[in-house]
């Protein structure tokens, strides 16, 4: 397919030494494989990898250029693939996203991605929660003071495991008797986040002559990475008895569900967890409902 010029002068772009659009080499088609680079362009290394791996996993199964993908041949795709309904749907949303970008810079003139259908799935969001004490459990049973501030942090901010790595200490300000984040999440969107007392209290010593460029959770080898933070809380779990195998973002969910319980706006939280829309923060809700319809029957 015929390439637009602006299209051909960033893939030119792509190809010179040293350009900050790295090849990926996830498809055979040259032309292809530079579209990709651009499209992973700016994103988190956790997302690149994911997002590779899923374009790799379409070229192995369709063996033809990105050009000549029909909506036969993603929907064909879609129905070999196996685990779960929620990583089915991850795999196709960011094959959607690749063919949606293709054709905003004009690489293709049809977005046949557009009509596939994502799978149905549960959010399950419900059966991810902990409740107040076994977070309070948890990061009590953390091994220093700095896991134990790095986990409730991610608590009382609802910020992503990845932002929480990146915080650098430019980014904390004081604020009288407490501070404010300024976390810079997905999309490029940045929000200020305001810390309680008791998290400013137990955050400050951490600075302990950093400069402002220094990350806020640092290692010996540079900043805490987001694998580091998977064993500090799956080891505080162990600790503290509890009998689920918490992911670090399980912390984002029970700050956002406890929020609400205690009476706190759909728009405050929708904006402290960086949600694009009062329907994704709406699920929380969803998952543990304080009132019923049964209230309201005489049954």
């Known amino acids: 397919m015929p390439v637009s010029s602006s299209v051909a002068a960033q893939l030119s772009t792509a190809r010179q030494p040293g350009s900050l659009l790295t090849t990926v080499n996830v498809v055979e088609n040259a032309d292809d494989e530079r579209l990709v680079a651009l499209w992973l362009h700016g994103r988190p290394t956790t997302t690149k990898r994911a997002y590779s791996r899923d374009i790799r996993a379409l070229s192995a199964f369709v063996s033809k250029p990105i050009s000549t993908i029909t909506l036969g041949d993603l929907q064909r795709f879609s129905d070999s693939l196996e685990g779960a309904p929620a990583t089915q749907a991850r795999i196709l949303s960011s094959i959607k996203s690749l063919f949606t970008f293709a054709v905003k810079i004009g690489y293709l003139q049809r977005n046949v991605g557009a009509a596939l259908r994502l799978p149905p799935r549960r959010s399950g969001i419900g059966e991810r929660l902990l409740t107040e004490g076994e977070v309070a459990r948890l990061i009590a049973a953390t091994a220093n003071n700095r896991d134990r501030c790095l986990l409730a942090l991610m608590y009382v901010s609802g910020a992503r495991v990845s932002e929480i790595c990146g915080l650098r200490w430019r980014?904390?300000?004081?604020?009288?008797?407490?501070?404010?984040?300024?976390?810079?999440?997905?999309?490029g969107k940045e929000r200020s986040i305001r810390l309680t007392p008791r998290s400013w209290v137990m955050l400050e010593p951490l600075r302990c002559g950093a400069s402002p460029n220094d990350y806020v959770f640092r290692t010996r080898s540079g900043k805490v990475d987001t694998s580091t933070v998977w064993r500090i809380v799956r080891a505080a779990a162990r600790k503290a008895g509890l009998e689920q195998r918490p992911s670090p973002h399980w912390l984002r969910h029970a700050a956002a569900s406890h929020a609400l319980s205690r009476g706190a706006s759909l728009a405050l939280v929708r904006d402290t967890l960086g949600h694009s829309s009062i329907s994704t923060t709406s699920v929380y809700v969803h998952a543990r409902p304080s009132e019923s319809l049964g209230e309201y029957l005489d049954v």
Do not use: C, E, P, T
């Open 171 to 187: 980014d904390v300000q004081a604020d009288g008797v407490a501070g404010v984040l300024s976390i810079f999440g997905k999309g």
